[in-house]
């Protein structure tokens, strides 16, 4: 009878242990798996966070490239503008000077002295004075020179333009005009004297 006691303690202690170490693996294998479950995990977020923060850094970059780029261009828009109404302002001045000269050119005939210049208006006067005269070339003066004038040449004072009208330094009381008539554009040079009793009579005219 003892000795089947024996047997059955001892079966029972070496099953207690057996359980006590299946046991103690299990456990084991349990905190390895959560352990391993949890470096994958972590390792996973890791890898997502950092994935993250390269795109933010990388869309970042891009941006700031295409604002950089952005503010060349408007630069240069700006320049380009600036180069336009420079150019433009030059050619308005170039061209108002030009335009001025010419004028001056074609309105300011050469004058010696003791001369009048310029283009007729409507009216007439008698040439017909009389008395001591001296020519002054204004006023009434002028006005009976441009009456002889037109009488002479044929053309009508309002289609008349005196290029030069000045003294003939060769007779006293005598001048010398140069018109055109504004219509058929053809010149004449008149010589006019101032006689006693008649006023201004042309002496000579040439068609130029």
Not at 43 to 67: H, I, L, R
Not at 117 to 128: E, H, N, P, R, W
């Amino acid at each position: 009878m003892s000795k089947d006691s024996n047997s059955r303690s001892g079966y029972r202690a070496k099953r207690k242990k057996t359980n006590v170490v299946l046991n103690t693996l299990i456990v084991v294998v349990l905190l390895l798996i959560i352990f391993v479950a949890y470096n994958i995990f972590s390792s996973g977020n890791d890898n997502a966070s950092t994935s993250k923060t390269e795109s933010t850094k990388t869309e970042q970059t891009q941006t700031t490239a295409k604002e950089k780029t952005t503010d060349k261009e408007v630069t240069t828009d700006d320049n380009t503008k600036d180069d336009t109404v420079s150019s433009d302002d030059s050619s308005s001045s170039e061209d108002q000077t030009a335009a001025e000269q010419a004028s001056e050119e074609t309105t300011t005939p050469e004058q010696p002295e003791d001369t009048q210049a310029g283009v007729t208006d409507d009216g007439s006067s008698s040439t017909t004075q009389t008395g001591e005269h001296k020519m002054t070339f204004e006023g009434e003066d002028w006005q009976a020179m441009l009456t002889a004038i037109s009488k002479a040449t044929g053309i009508d004072q309002s289609n008349m333009t005196v290029n030069w009208l000045g003294s003939d330094k060769s007779t006293a009381n005598a001048a010398i005009g140069t018109v055109t008539a504004k219509d058929t554009k053809q010149k004449f040079k008149v010589y006019i004297k101032w006689v006693d009793g008649q006023g201004y009579v042309p002496t000579n005219v040439e068609q130029q």
